[in-house]
């Protein structure tokens, strides 16, 4: 059996999001310092957009870091269902991210199929092939699901493939990164918060493999959950 995640409780979604943004900073500034750079994935969320503003407020290199995006909705650009737009909103104003290095997934592409090849090249452009990030950092929904790897979804089968286009969910399409890429990456960052999470959560900890989540490599993995999340735990 892999190693199990390690596991940080903090009080509230606030204070998880101030570790979260802590800990990226600190995974950021030793990747530049042992690689140059640090390639990052993020999801969406309302604690994340709160992680996020922290991050912004440290002190990086930014010209050295790429952000990428875990999952998207097929939205137009400035849309509030669009994870995107609150990236941008979240990090942007207060951080000097290069428009260059930051990689939006493309779906405003008419067809999803292409603009999941399209983002898969790219992550191959900058994170090499097979692409290895430094950090993805990953959210866990009500129902085990986590990027946009959703109970049923066709997607949670493909490994062939870096991005993988999804059904609606919640309303909408999405794009997201299957569990290959998200597998390799050097370090895997999980936020979870809010009493609704905590069945799955501590399904999640026990390495349920009949969750999305759950299914996720764990031998690089910290989680980082309030006690309303972690209250089994």
């Known amino acids: 059996m892999s190693q199990n995640p390690e596991l ?13 943004a802590l800990l990226i900073a600190c995974e950021a500034r030793e990747a530049i310092a042992s690689r140059g750079r640090f390639l990052l994935a993020v999801s969406g969320g309302r604690t994340p957009w709160v992680m996020l503003r922290a ?15 875990v999952d998207e909705r ?3 650009d400035g849309h509030a269902d669009r994870n995107l737009t609150h990236l941008r909103a979240s990090l942007l104003p207060q951080a000097p991210l290069p428009e260059a290095n930051l990689h939006p997934m493309p779906v405003t592409d008419p067809d999803p199929n292409a603009a999941a090849v399209r983002y898969a090249v790219e992550l191959e452009r900058v ?8 950090l993805v950092h990953l959210g866990m929904g009500a129902d085990g699901h986590t990027a946009s790897l959703i109970p049923g979804d066709p997607a949670l089968g493909v490994r062939d493939a870096e991005v993988a286009v ?12 299957t569990y290959p890429v ?19 959560l ?8 009949t969750i999305p989540a759950g299914v996720v490599a764990r031998d690089r993995a910290v989680i980082i959950a309030d006690r309303d999340a972690a209250v089994a735990a």
């Open 182 to 200: 998200i597998d390799q990456a050097r370090r895997i960052l999980w936020v979870v918060t809010g009493a609704e999470k905590a069945p799955m």
């Open 8 to 20: 940080r409780i903090h009080a509230d979604a606030d204070a998880v999001a101030a570790e979260a």
């Open 202 to 209: 501590t399904r999640l900890l026990a390495g349920d493999r």
């Open 166 to 177: 999804c059904g609606v969910y919640q309303g909408r399409q999405r794009l997201t990164l």
């Open 74 to 76: 097929v939205a137009p």
């Open 55 to 69: 991050l912004a407020r440290e002190a990086l290199p930014w010209d050295q870091i790429h952000l990428f995006q």
């Open 127 to 134: 994170a090499g092939r097979p692409p290895v990030l430094d």
